[in-house]
C-alpha cells in the first residue's frame, strides 16, 4: 500500500532515550526542559529571534486571533485545510473568501481590495502546500487599509523566502508540527511573530491565561504541548536536512517524468527556496483526475484530493463565489510524498498516470 503520507518516523532508540529523561526528571508537561530546549532549537535553525510552541496547528490560528483582537470580518482564502476556516468561525470570526491564484492556488492579492469592508478585520491566508503567497502585495494592502495579517503556514516548515524562513512574515504566523507534516513532533504547532507585545499576550493565552499561580491577565485556553511531543521534535530535527533533500529528489523524479502539457503544477516564484511539502498535480478536467485516482487505488496507491471541496462551500459559512478555487478544487491530486518513498514506487506511479492520460 502507497499512502500520500506517512509520518516521519526517527530510530526508535533516540527517542527512548530522551523518554528515560523524561521519568528521571518525572516532568511531562508545563513548559519542561525538552519543550525549552526544542523552543530554542528551532529557534536556531530558523534563525528566529521569537516562537511559541503549542499544542497543535489549529490552536496557533485561534491564538493568534485571540491576541490579535480580530473578532469580525476576516479574508481569506478558500483552497486550504479545513481548520484555516473552522478557527476563524470557532472564533466568532466571519470569514470572508477571496479566490485564489489560478498558477499558484494563493489567495489572489489583487482580488483583496473589493472584498474589504468597514467591518474588516484581518486578512488570513494559507502559504498553499509550502508556497509562499504574494506576501509583498499582501502586506502593501493590510498598512494600506489598516488589517492585521495572519498566515497559516502550516505547510511551510523548510520554505524560505528571499533566503529567510517565510515564518517571518504577517503579523503572526502560524504552523502545524502534526505527524502528517514534513517535521513533526506527533501533535504540535508554532506561534511567530516578531511584535514583543504581540507575543508576550499570545504566551499568557498559551497558558490558560497565568500571570501568577493565583493572578490573570485574561481569559487563556491551554495551548500547552507536552515533554513527549517535544522529545519527537527534538530527535526530528536532526534529520530535517536529509528529509529536506529525499522530498526534493523525490519531487524531481516526479518532475521528470510528469512534464506534460495536460498536468499543471503550482507556480514557484524564483525567489522561494521551496521545501517539497506536497506533490500536487492539477488534470485537464475533473473527469480525468477521478479516472487517474480509480487507476491508482486499483494498484493500492492512494493520492488524496487537497483540497476538496473548497471551504467556501462548507456548510457553515456564508455562501460565496470562488469559481477559481472550485475549479482547482475539482482537478487536483497530491501524490505520495514521504521520506521512504522510493524512485521505483514514483516510476510506477507516474507510468500508471501516464498510461491514464493517453488512453
Ligand atoms: C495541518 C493543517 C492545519 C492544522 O494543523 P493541526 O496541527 O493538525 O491542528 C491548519 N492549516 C493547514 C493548512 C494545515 O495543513
Same mark, same amino acid.
Given at each position: 500500500m502507497i499512502p500520500v503520507t506517512r509520518p516521519f518516523s526517527p530510530p526508535f532508540k533516540e527517542y527512548q532515550e530522551l523518554l528515560e529523561g523524561i521519568w528521571q526528571r518525572n516532568w511531562f508537561t508545563?513548559? *519542561?526542559? +525538552?519543550?525549552?530546549? +526544542?523552543?530554542?532549537?528551532?529557534? $536556531?535553525? +530558523? $534563525?528566529?529571534?521569537?516562537?511559541?510552541?503549542? *499544542?497543535? *496547528?489549529?490552536?496557533?490560528?485561534?491564538?493568534?486571533?485571540?491576541? +490579535?483582537?480580530?473578532?469580525?470580518?476576516?479574508?481569506? &482564502?478558500?483552497?486550504?485545510?479545513?481548520?484555516? &476556516?473552522?478557527? @476563524?468561525?470557532?472564533? *466568532?470570526?466571519?470569514?470572508?473568501?477571496?479566490?485564489? !491564484?489560478? !498558477? &499558484?492556488?494563493?489567495i489572489d492579492p489583487t482580488k483583496i481590495e473589493a472584498a474589504i469592508t468597514d467591518n474588516t478585520q484581518a486578512i488570513l491566508a494559507t502559504h498553499c502546500f509550502g508556497n509562499p503567497c504574494d506576501v509583498e502585495a499582501i502586506k502593501a494592502i493590510a498598512d494600506k487599509h489598516g488589517l492585521k495579517v495572519i498566515y497559516d503556514a502550516a505547510h511551510c516548515f523548510g520554505t524560505k523566502y528571499k533566503g529567510e524562513t517565510i515564518f517571518k512574515w504577517g503579523d503572526v504566523s502560524t504552523t502545524s508540527f502534526h505527524a502528517t507534516k514534513l517535521y513533526h513532533t506527533v501533535e504540535g504547532g508554532a506561534l511567530f511573530t516578531e511584535d514583543a507585545e504581540v507575543l508576550k499576550s499570545m504566551a499568557w493565552r498559551r497558558n490558560f491565561g497565568h500571570k501568577g499561580p493565583e493572578d490573570f491577565h485574561g481569559v487563556g485556553i491551554n495551548g500547552k504541548n507536552s515533554e513527549f511531543h517535544a522529545a519527537m521534535g527534538v530527535v526530528n530535527l536532526n534529520y530535517i536536512d536529509q528529509i529536506l533533500e529525499s522530498r526534493k529528489k523525490q519531487?524531481?523524479?516526479?518532475?521528470?517524468? #510528469?512534464?506534460? =502539457?495536460?498536468?499543471?503544477?503550482?507556480?514557484?516564484?524564483? !525567489?522561494?527556496?521551496?521545501?517539497?511539502?506536497?506533490y500536487p498535480v492539477v488534470f485537464e478536467n475533473h473527469e480525468t483526475m477521478l479516472r487517474v485516482k480509480k487507476n491508482l487505488e486499483g494498484k493500492e496507491i492512494f493520492p488524496r484530493r487537497y483540497f476538496?471541496?473548497? #471551504?467556501?462551500?462548507?456548510?457553515?459559512?456564508?455562501?460565496?463565489? &470562488?469559481?477559481?478555487?472550485?475549479?482547482?478544487?475539482? $482537478?487536483?491530486?497530491? @501524490? =505520495?510524498?514521504?521520506?521512504? #518513498?522510493?524512485?521505483?514506487?514514483? !516510476?510506477?506511479?507516474? $507510468?500508471r498516470i501516464l498510461r491514464v492520460l493517453n488512453n
Open positions: 508545563n513548559n *519542561g526542559p +525538552l519543550v525549552n530546549d +526544542l523552543e530554542l532549537k528551532l529557534k $536556531r535553525y +530558523l $534563525r528566529m529571534k521569537h516562537l511559541l510552541y503549542v *499544542g497543535n *496547528g489549529t490552536i496557533a490560528i485561534q491564538i493568534a486571533l485571540k491576541a +490579535l483582537d480580530i473578532s469580525k470580518e476576516v479574508i481569506t &482564502t478558500p483552497f486550504s485545510y479545513v481548520a484555516t &476556516t473552522s478557527s @476563524l468561525v470557532w472564533e *466568532g470570526c466571519t470569514p470572508v473568501f477571496v479566490d485564489i !491564484d489560478p !498558477d &499558484t492556488f494563493n519531487s524531481g523524479f516526479y518532475d521528470d517524468m #510528469l512534464m506534460k =502539457p495536460q498536468i499543471q503544477k503550482p507556480k514557484i516564484a524564483s !525567489d522561494v527556496e521551496f521545501n517539497h511539502a506536497y476538496h471541496p473548497s #471551504l467556501s462551500s462548507l456548510n457553515y459559512v456564508d455562501k460565496s463565489s &470562488t469559481p477559481v478555487a472550485d475549479d482547482i478544487a475539482s $482537478r487536483i491530486l497530491c @501524490l =505520495p510524498l514521504y521520506f521512504e #518513498l522510493s524512485e521505483v514506487e514514483i !516510476d510506477m506511479i507516474c $507510468r
